[in-house]
């Protein structure tokens, strides 16, 4: 089905929501395809396919909400999907602040973002991928004894957004994946650890070999792991978790927890909450990203902007509901955060920020999620290493890292220039000092 079809299809449903009484209504359809393949113990596990298609609809009549979805595509069903929503918001309160974003918002910028990226992959070469990223698992270290698989997929979607306010907005996207976890083993101790590689676009990929080689060298560095004694020292996040760190900070600054008053950053707009070295700006142009858009869930154009500048808060994340419940303007952000990038302080990678530490642990897996976002309490499992003298000594496993989000914002030495390129956040190795560290 293209985009015409798509398009065709909610514009008929648009109208049949309004002729049955729908004040305001936006539309979502979008149907998608694609493929895993793993392998296991050097064996095709497994080979899925898929084909999604989902329509949703809200409808507003006197500022009460109604949705409803389906995935049957067919004008009986799509109709009766519309009466559901229509029939709810019949029964819902009103809330004066429910509503579309204001139509002078609506996107009117079209930007091509290089979000569809097709490949000719086809399951027969995912499959030879899948066995040669496992097999370099098991021949990256002896100790590597066994696996939970290395994993290639595929997909493509294509959706379509429209609203009462004649607005139309169309995305087509793609996404490439390779990963693989590899178990390490000596002397009865067993340990765990993974690599993988996410883009648009199958030639941005990492090397499926060297992914599963990494995976099986971070497993067997892991082993011989010990606990560390309780104590305050400097923790080194590496890249893989760092970014952790700042997906807290973008759930503080959301519009649903600040209107909730469930937030410890609630009314901290133009306060320092980082040092002020820290930049952190949003960018939902960014070619290729995964978060990349030009138009947000309502419609409303999207502009790269600054949430932290020089330490301080210049931004919130809100959609047009949350903005009126704050008496606020959207700030583009209905479905969340479009590519969130920590600029580094530092021209220093992880090895050169661990060549200059005294001492101090490096955290490269987080356990948990004991993060409470109202009143910023932090304490999360970790595993890592240990360093002293600037050298990694020993790999650790076991302890609790501790804190208060707003004290470890306002503790952070550097932030690296390595950041990971997957996702949507992106951050280098971030330092914080004195942090509470429970182990034995």
Request: net charge negative; hydrophobic share 35%.
């Amino acid at each position: 089905m293209d985009q015409m079809q798509h398009i065709d299809i909610a514009s008929r449903a648009l109208k049949y929501a309004r002729k049955n009484g729908a004040e305001e209504a936006s539309i979502k359809l979008s149907t998608g395809n694609g493929f895993s393949v793993v392998s296991q113990n050097q064996v095709i596990d497994l080979v899925e396919q898929f084909n999604d298609q989902s329509f949703s609809i809200s409808v507003y009549i006197g500022k009460a909400i109604g949705s409803a979805s389906t995935n049957d595509f067919s004008e009986e069903q799509i109709h009766a999907t519309i009466d559901k929503a229509l029939s709810l918001s019949r029964l819902t309160e009103k809330d004066d602040c429910n509503g579309l974003a204001e139509k002078e918002l609506m996107a009117t910028e079209i930007k091509d973002l290089d979000l569809y990226q097709p490949s000719d992959l086809s399951i027969e070469k995912a499959k030879e991928m899948a066995l040669q990223c496992e097999a370099a698992a098991f021949e990256a270290n002896e100790s590597i004894i066994n696996s939970e698989g290395a994993t290639v997929g595929s997909y493509e979607n294509q959706s379509v957004y429209l609203n009462s306010h004649d607005f139309i907005g169309e995305t087509q996207s793609t996404g490439h994946s390779i990963s693989c976890v590899a178990i390490a083993e000596k002397e009865g101790q067993m340990e765990m650890d993974y690599d993988y590689s996410s883009t648009r676009g199958l030639d941005d990929l990492r090397d499926h070999i060297s992914i599963g080689y990494s995976a099986g060298n971070r497993a067997a560095s892991n082993l011989g792991s010990r606990k560390l004694k309780t104590q305050k020292a400097p923790v080194l996040f590496s890249p893989r978790v760092s970014k952790s760190l700042f997906s807290h900070f973008l759930s503080a600054i959301s519009g649903t927890s600040l209107y909730r008053k469930s937030s410890f950053l609630v009314d901290k707009i133009d306060q320092e909450i980082f040092p002020n070295f820290i930049q952190i700006h949003e960018d939902p142009h960014l070619m290729k990203g995964f978060a990349s858009t030009y138009f947000d869930a309502e419609g409303v154009q999207t502009k790269p902007r600054e949430l932290i500048q020089d330490g301080y808060l210049k931004g919130y994340l809100l959609s047009s509901y949350s903005a009126r419940r704050l008496g606020m303007k959207t700030t583009a952000n209905a479905g969340g955060h479009h590519n969130i990038n920590v600029e580094k302080s530092v021209d220093e990678d992880l090895n050169e920020i661990i060549k200059g530490m005294q001492s101090g642990f490096l955290v490269t897996g987080l356990i948990g999620s004991g993060v409470n976002i109202v009143n910023g309490d932090y304490s999360r499992g970790a595993n890592g290493f240990w360093i002293e003298n600037g050298e990694i000594v020993y790999p650790v496993s076991e302890v609790t890292v501790a804190g208060n989000l707003s004290e470890m914002f306002s503790k952070i030495q550097k932030i690296g220039n390595d950041p990971e390129t997957d996702g949507s956040v992106f951050c280098g190795s971030v330092l914080i000092d004195d942090l509470m560290i429970a182990g034995e």
